[in-house]
């Protein structure tokens, strides 16, 4: 069964799905992008970091192939390598990104962290110290996205992980806008203060998370069980529906983009069934109501990067 998803119209025109496939850390991931698109999502996300834009490329690949989609069905997310904010790192990230996912454009590309790392170094402890490039700053990064922009290899530019004085220096310098932030948002966390700046902004945020990083390692050890919470469970059985179904509702008619995760056929197919029902006002504000301003995903190895977003307020 195949599910029709809504969308919304980017400040730059393009329409964006409301709901969309994260794959950070799934994993089969090829197996996963393909009952993704069998079941009727378009929107899919990945990075250079996550290091599987060539096992969705693959499957994005063979759906074309066999006639399931064309490629402008498709809206591609990929993001710039942290390790990648140099000039000549950056291009190459990129054409590397192109190279993999199979295709000769992405739909919209996001500077995936406003800190910088060594070029040689992953970002993950487990190959080595951590060394950040401190003298990189992402108004240069920036400026380099809004070339790829007008060169036509991207369709529209965005922003992940950014705060607001931070989004707000590249609008003093920038020519050409960011259309999306990506961010950590969910009912705990529910970022309503920086969705509102967006908002005025013309900024859409998009969340990862939005079911609270079930089974992710590293999210919070007391990290609260949204899927479990009273109120979502209650709503659930109020509106026949799952209590992650209510948790990406609630996300979507806060008009935030919703992108979970997951590689299980029958996860999936729930996690895109929710364009059939509309939570009423008064169980989107107790919904709100659970909001803790508890981040869960931290990323804490990279606490001592200059522009390290998570020290302000949001």
């Keep these: 069964m195949s599910f029709t998803i809504s969308s919304r119209t980017l400040s730059n025109g393009l329409e964006i799905p409301l709901l969309g496939l994260g794959t950070s850390t799934i994993g089969d991931i090829y ?28 499957a994005v690949a063979d759906k074309i192939k066999d006639g399931t989609i064309k490629r402008e069905d498709l809206f591609i997310v990929t993001k710039i390598h942290v390790n990648s904010h140099r000039r000549g790192a950056f291009a190459k990230d990129f054409e590397g990104s192109l190279a993999r996912l199979r295709v000769d454009y992405v739909d919209l590309y996001l500077i995936h962290w406003p800190i910088a790392l060594a070029e040689n170094c992953s970002g993950k402890i487990t190959d080595g110290p951590i060394v950040f490039d401190d003298d990189a700053d992402y ?9 790829l922009l007008e060169s036509g290899k991207v369709r529209a530019i965005g922003l992940s992980n950014f705060n607001k004085a931070q989004i707000e220096r590249i609008l003093k310098s920038c020519k050409i806008r960011p259309v999306v932030n990506q961010v950590e948002c ?17 900024i859409l945020l998009m969340a990862f998370s939005p079911l609270g990083a079930p089974g992710r ?12 919470n009273d109120v979502v469970v209650e709503l659930a059985r109020k509106y026949g529906k799952t209590p992650g179904q209510i948790l990406l509702r609630h996300t979507i008619q806060r008009n935030i983009i919703a992108i979970p995760k997951s590689a299980n056929p029958q996860r999936i197919r729930e996690n895109i069934d929710i364009f059939d029902f509309a939570l009423e006002p008064a169980d989107v504000e107790r919904l709100n109501a659970q909001d803790k301003n508890l981040r869960l995903v931290e990323n804490k190895v990279w606490e001592a990067g200059k522009y390290y977003p998570f020290h302000d307020d949001y």
């Design 31 to 58: 197996e996963g992008t393909c009952r993704a698109i069998d079941a009727g999502y378009r929107l899919i996300d990945t990075a250079s970091l996550y290091q599987n834009e060539g096992e969705i490329g693959r």
């Design 139 to 147: 108004l240069t990064v920036w400026a380099m996205m809004e070339e």
């Design 186 to 202: 969910h009912l705990v966390f529910n970022q309503e203060r920086l969705r509102r700046y967006c908002a005025q902004q013309g």
């Design 217 to 228: 390692t590293i999210i919070r050890t007391d990290a609260p069980k949204l899927l479990e």
